[in-house]
């Protein structure tokens, strides 16, 4: 965990600021050898375990992330891997801080057309991968997080009632991660500019992020054929406690009705709304029938709103029990399984290389 408090001590800032600017005052970050994976494979552990669900079930996995392990391949497929889910299509969905509810309404969507029953949304960010430390504007903002939800087909009248999705790349530089793609290469230059690590500004994204917030809101309400009294919860994007505060203004709605938890987690990105969603729902506060009102913005710039109906999975305790011990024993075996396919990989590389040196006679 980082304290504001540990922040003023190394870049020329203070705790007062950091609070009364952002309402932050603290952040995770996560530990060495943790990256965006193992975050998101926590959260996705997480939700199978609420929901008590076989991974084998899973028929796709999304991962909402702009920091993968890995260029490529995606970290949805370590997750997939690590969860034993061996019928699951994965991938990630890059859409900055709206990720977490881009990918929710294309869960949702490949739910509806009939393909999928069982869909697992992750969002997850390392963004202290990305931050530069050096920066205060910046740097103070952040932390590192992931959540997750479990998608399933029903009958019943709950779950994502309606959602929209937005987009504007005109202010494409107003958040962005200049190097490091295909148009600004990795070199020594880009590396010693700084290239590699985010860059915002703050004002103007602040601008689009109050107007965006209230009116994404707004009309996904009124596309699930809710008024704003019907909507119990708003869950916004936590990037600011201003911003959704302004939000709320705006909105005629009591700041009761908001879940922030943006000061013990600082700006998770994609992770931000589903930790909140997760938090609420584990606390008591979201209960079986409500209607929330989950909200992103973001890097691209991006917005993104679903209306949901709020439905507790509440697994048999004796059964739930027995799926528990299940569902260890798959992850150990995909750990077990993982290890075997790239020895056995590996193994073979080298004997092909050897075979050929031969044949070359080198
Ligand atoms: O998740 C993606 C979406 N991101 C967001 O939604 C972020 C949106 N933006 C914001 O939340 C706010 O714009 C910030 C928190 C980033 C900045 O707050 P602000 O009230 O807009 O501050 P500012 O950028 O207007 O800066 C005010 C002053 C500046 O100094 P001068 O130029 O007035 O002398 C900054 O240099 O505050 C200074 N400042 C700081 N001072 C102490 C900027 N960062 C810091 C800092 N500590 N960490």
Redesign the pocket.
Known sequence: MVTNDD?AAV????DA??VE??GIRQRHIAADGQATASLALGAARAALERADADPRDLDLIIVATMTPDHPMPAAACQVQNALGAARAGAFDLNA??SGFVYALAMGQAAIEAGSYRSVLVIGADTMSAVVNWQD??????FGDGAGAVLLRATDEEHGVLASLLGADGAGDEL?MIPAGGSAQRASPETVAAGLHTLQ?N??Q??RF?ARVLPEAAEAVARDAGLSLDDVDWIIP?Q??A??IEAAAQRLQMPLERFVINVDAYG?T?AASVPIALCEAADDGRLQPGQHVVLVG???GLTWAAAAVRWAAVKPEVQRATLHRLWRELLYRWAGLRTGLVRGINRLVGRLSTLWRRRKHGE
């Open positions: 922040h870049l020329d800032t203070s600021w950091i600017r952002t900055g801080c205060r504007a910046t740097a103070v903002l958040l915002m703050g004002r994204v602040y992020a994007h990037a600011n201003r911003i700006n990105s913005f973001g890097a």
